[in-house]
């Protein structure tokens, strides 16, 4: 019952009528948070009603949605070449695959890279570890280490391309020849978001390690900054502060004890979202057009968590909602964060 820190903050406020008649562009980089149009949703409905006109700058989703998200990724994957990974559809497991294991298909050998199931139906994507073969379009994996079923049948499997802001010629994110390859343009006051970082630190399990692989996110983070004012320096760019997890409930029912919250949240995601904030939440960053967004304080991850109503154990048939994924929010959780990208838009109209 002390205080333990304090921190002086402002509260910035615009009126409805802010931005009257303004045209904004804006381009969301992300992983599957920002993928299937999971941000650009909630965006485009509340600019709907807005007297701003956002645009939306992207290749992936629908026509008046566009973005660039992509399940699995990291900053590195936009800082460089990528890595190729395969989605595979999944209906009625009864052991979801953790983060780590290691599954056969086609004598290639694959990493599970991202587990997105909600009872038993949904997918896994994999990055092939060893073997020149493809993923079969259908069939059957089969477990070489970790956790999961011995065998998962999957119906459909895709392939995410390589990353469309990379140039060849220089071997680095380049946001003009990502504009001039898609025959897009973004101008004076459009913004660019990233919305990363899940992925990046998700399976630290020590604080050292978690401190180097945000040094490396930082060197990521500050080569993005360095090319996009390079070729404007009136685009404004927002780092999405990335948000928190679900209960251990959540990471149960997608993991196992492959993972957990607990770690997840005191390691890497930590250091991240502190970094972040030491880093940019200034007015001289404000002033060069590097913006915060704070999504991590105003998501909801209690309620706006996918749960499902579950038997409190195997002696009690009585039912309790219960988280049934780790990190991805409900509709109402995407609202809410797509709400702090508003307010964000809006202020600096």
Known sequence: RKILETKTQQLLSSSLSSGNGVMRKVLIIGDSTVDYNFMTTPLKEIFDNDVIDLQFVGTRGDTDKKHEGRSGW???????NSRKLTKVLIAGITNVPS??????NNDSTWLCQEVNVNAGTGYLKFEKID???EMLTSGTLLKVSGSGDSSVNYSGASIDEGNPFYNPTTATFDIQHYLTQTNQTLGNGD?????LGINDVFS???LL??????DSIMTDINSFISNIHGFNSNIRIGFSITIPPANQDGFGANYGLGQLSELYKKTGLLELQSRLIETFDNDTSRANNIFLISNHANI???????KEDVQVNSRNTTTISMSVNGVHPTTTGYAQI??????IIKFFS
């Open 338 to 343: 797509a709400d702090m990208y508003a307010g």
């Open 300 to 306: 909801d991850m209690v309620y706006n968590i996918p």
């Open 74 to 80: 990291k900053y590195s994957d936009y800082a460089g």
């Open 99 to 104: 983060f780590g294991s290691i599954y056969s």
């Open 191 to 195: 913004w660019i978001f990233f919305q």
């Open 131 to 133: 073997g020149v073969n």
């Open 209 to 214: 390690e978690a401190k180097n692989k945000v």
């Open 204 to 206: 630290i399990q020590t």
